[in-house]
């Protein structure tokens, strides 16, 4: 049973805008919420599973079964109270039943309970909106580097922290892998620029990270924690950045033991 189903068959007996239109709040961009209370027959109210409110995909219109508006009326529901109270140039039908529902004394003290608690949400939702504005979202939008930290002593400072205080090149650096830990890299420096570092990024894929062939012997500067998975899911997500490439993944590095590193790597590329 749906919406069409229950106007074609004329069980409604209330229905009425409401939401922002219904009070003046509506901006060009807002939907129409319709709301409403049906009298499903008895052939459909004592089914298995009846039916006790209908809606569209979008819930703009709400179409609630008798017996369920009077059990939510019963307690003091903020949404079938205020349908009750509707604006009469906002209600597109009524039937004298549900006039006879207008006239029972539904307020109660639970009042108290049910709309105390939708203002402090609502006062939630406010605070919420005012470390928004006192702490806006800038509006560069946030690459992978952005959420890197690099281990210092026993504790760590964020990546491009780290290297805008050195005379450090990105594109002279250098990373491969850490075996046994995860989303650790170890990060090496070329100062003459002689040993072929690919830089942190791909070139294609500005979320991918690159790695470079390491050679034998070499020194990390630091092992830069880099986010990934789930994780850099959620943080692209909030930042609006693009998702990372399928190939976004490292390829195996050879077994190749660098010595004094505890590094692996590939002699001549390994790259994401």
């Not at 068959?9 to 939907?31: C, K, M, V």
């Not at 409403?36 to 995909?57: H, K, M, S, T």
């Not at 250098?174 to 046994?180: E, I, N, S, T």
Request: hydrophobic share 40%.
């Amino acid at each position: 049973m749906n919406i069409h189903t229950v106007k074609q068959n004329q069980w409604l007996i209330f229905e009425t805008i409401s939401g922002s239109r219904a009070y003046g709040l509506a901006t060009p961009h807002s939907d129409t919420d319709i709301r409403g209370v049906f009298i499903a027959p008895p052939e459909v109210y004592y089914r298995f599973n009846p039916p006790l409110q209908v809606n569209d995909e979008r819930q703009n219109t709400v179409y609630y079964e008798l017996k369920k508006f009077i059990e939510l009326l019963g307690q003091n529901n903020p949404t079938m109270l205020e349908l009750l109270f509707m604006p009469k140039e906002f209600i597109i039908a009524s039937h004298p039943v549900f006039t006879q529902i207008q006239a029972f004394p539904i307020l109660s003290k639970l009042c108290a309970q049910t709309f105390g608690q939708y203002a402090l949400s609502q006062i939630r939702k406010a605070r919420g909106l005012h470390k928004k504005v006192f702490n806006p979202i800038p509006d560069a939008r946030k690459g992978i580097l952005d959420f890197c930290y690099i281990l210092q002593g026993a504790s760590s400072v964020p990546l491009l922290t780290w290297l805008s205080s050195s005379p450090i090149q990105v594109s002279a650096c250098g990373l491969a892998q850490v075996p046994h830990f995860k989303n650790v890299y170890a990060l090496f420096y070329d100062a003459e620029g002689q040993k072929g570092y690919r830089g942190l990024l791909d070139s294609e894929n500005a979320q991918a990270l690159c790695l470079s062939a390491i050679p034998k012997g070499e020194k990390p500067l630091g092992a830069p924690v880099f986010p990934s998975g789930g994780l850099f899911a959620l943080l692209q997500a909030i930042s609006g950045i693009p998702p990372m490439g399928a190939g976004a993944q490292p390829r195996p590095l050879c077994p190749d033991a660098c010595p004094g590193t505890r590094l692996r790597c590939q002699k001549y590329d390994a790259y994401l």
